[in-house]
């Protein structure tokens, strides 16, 4: 009986030469590619040495279906499917799965199988090889990312400019009513002109975020918080969040004015979203020291006594296209803002706790003086 528990066991069918069987096991053991073999029920009989130190296994763990084991369970149905139909018509298959590594990991093969044949056309099952290609697909993942994020960016540009223009002519219409409106109707005037002059600015906003100047400047990073606190001034006062801005010294940084703003948007609305019954949030902007080269620089800090977040959340906090918020959330305010630190050279954290009378969350960003280069 054949024996299938070891590389020194046959490898093709018993009417080929031994010297041939033992060539070709030398031959596939070097090969820089994944290689298998299957009899002609479908049962796999062989894998190489390179399959095998992928895999992290033993050839008696893998023969058979015991290869089966290591698949992603999203792909195992697929994968299965796909072998199973090519093996009945005898044709040449080609597919994509994920398949666990010795590290535990998940990594993406290509797997490309072909029919064998013996001299007088018997069918003797299938040789396959697989090619590692995680690094393509999380390319390639990366650049749908990017495309989806650059469509985000003009859509959000357009709506913006769409809504500036009517906003305009409302808001001078109000203007205009307020003269012959009764002492009762101009107050109510009044503040719907003071909420739509709050919409002209989260518009205004976007605008900036999307026309950004080609060099970075000076700016004094107080005009730059005031700005995003005069966006959320209404949302404050809605949620009875108690606000406490500090400010120490006059700190100017060179940088991109929008996207510094984008991040402390970021950070506030991110707070208030925590804080949906009120509660408290403490802003600090105060000269500090980079602890990665012991230069000057400033230290902004955002905290809220929120509803704090999870070891899993915070892991994937920067992550794109992650959010906690279901449908209200796009995923995309903090891996943006990490992006925006990153290219100031500054160093982001977060600390958060979901312990009962001591929740929040305290987002901190250390930037360096020289702030962002050209």
Known sequence: MEDRSSNEGSVLSSGEAGGTELLFQQIADSAPVLIWLSDEEGMCTWFNRPWLEFRGRAMEQELGVGWCEGVHPEDLERCLATYRSHFRR????????????????????????????????????????????????????????????AVVGRLAASIAHEINNPLEAVMNLLYIAAYSADEVTRVSLDAAQQELMRISQITAQTLQFRRQKSLPEPVRVRS???????????????????????????????????????????????????????????????????????????????????????????????????????????????????????????????????????????????????????
């Open 90 to 149: 005898r044709e040449p298959f080609q597919m994509e799965y994920r398949i666990r590594c010795h590290d535990g990991s998940f990594c993406w093969v290509l797997d490309r199988g072909q029919p064998r044949f013996g001299e007088r056309g018997s069918f003797l099952g299938f040789i396959g090889s697989c090619t590692d290609i995680t690094y393509s697909k999380r390319a390639e993942e990366a650049l749908r990312e990017s495309e989806k994020l």
């Open 224 to 374: 730059l918080l005031q700005s995003v606190m005069g966006l959320y001034k209404g949302r404050f006062a809605q949620t009875g969040v108690d606000v406490v801005c500090e400010e120490i010294g006059d700190p100017v940084l060179v940088c991109y004015a929008g996207e510094i703003r984008q991040l402390m948007a970021n950070f506030i609305g991110n707070a208030l979203d925590a804080m949906p019954e009120g509660g408290g949030l403490r802003i600090r902007v105060r000269p500090a020291t980079d602890w990665r080269d012991d230069s000057a620089g400033l230290r902004l800090t955002v905290a809220d006594s929120g509803c704090g977040m999870n070891v899993e959340t915070r892991r994937h906090v920067y992550d794109p296209f992650f959010t906690t918020k279901e449908n209200t959330g796009t995923g995309l305010g903090l891996w943006v803002s990490a992006g925006i630190a990153e290219k100031h050279h500054g160093s982001i954290s977060v600390r958060s706790s979901e312990r009962p009378g001591a929740s929040g969350t305290v987002f901190s960003v250390i930037f360096p003086e020289r702030g962002a280069s050209a």
